[in-house]
């Protein structure tokens, strides 16, 4: 079983490098394991067409069965698919990213981002840690997670988070997307000093009932 996680841990890896070419050197030292038993997995995942091999030197990228996964309809892909022109505009209004997220076992698997800034550069990861903790989009999935919390109860009925941190002087915004027959989504984002939070927020309210909308009417499509 340690091994199956290490398979996994080195297509993630390679992934998440946007396109950047990964070593066997680079990817054992990251997962642990020693430089053959790697050089051997990413050969597997060759054969298998979920990593392409560059050449010796240069290492590897990934391979055209990464894509081919996404593109087969599921309740995940969908709801990646409805979110994207929604979240793309919001996030071009705030300047900031927007990511979308859904629950995983005890974390948050985001699942769509954008950024209207193109120099942007996405998270290092997939997962996140689903604690009470988390800016925007934790405190609705866990509030939809756990429906017989009393004191959720009143997020539940709003189904977006709203509020000022002084710290990262930003409004700190998010909604939550429910959608019968799919998993309990949720969006979140930052506001910077300049944007308009009210504005914000209603281009988010607006965001989620479009995908909604999308999902319930256009099931196939998506």
């Not at 051997?40 to 069965?65: F, N």
């Amino acid at each position: 079983m340690k091994s199956l996680h290490k398979i996994f841990d080195i297509l993630e890896y390679v992934v998440l490098r946007d396109g950047g070419k990964i070593t066997p050197s680079e990817a054992a030292e990251f997962t642990g394991l020693n430089l053959a038993t790697c050089t051997r997995i990413m050969g597997e995942l060759v054969a298998r067409g979920y990593l392409d091999k560059v050449s010796r030197r240069e290492g590897y990228i990934p391979g055209p069965m990464c894509a081919a996964l996404a593109m087969r309809r599921n309740s995940y892909t969908r709801l990646a698919r409805a979110a994207k022109e929604p979240l793309r505009e919001l996030s071009e209004f705030v300047g900031m990213p927007v990511n979308l997220s859904v629950v995983s076992g005890k974390r948050r698997i985001m699942i769509a981002c954008c950024c209207g800034d193109p120099g942007w550069k996405p998270w290092d990861r997939f997962g996140f840690s689903l604690d009470a903790g988390g800016m925007a989009t934790n405190p609705l999935l866990l509030a939809f997670g756990n429906e017989r919390s009393v004191e959720s109860g009143e997020l539940r009925k709003k189904g977006y988070v709203n509020f000022y941190d002084e710290a990262a002087k930003l409004w700190i915004q998010g909604y939550a997307v429910r959608i019968p027959g799919y998993p309990v989504a949720a969006f979140g984002y930052g506001v910077p000093a300049g944007v308009d939070p009210e504005q914000a927020l209603t281009l988010a309210a607006e965001a989620a009932r479009k995908m909604e909308e999308t999902l319930a009417s256009h099931y196939q499509a998506y």
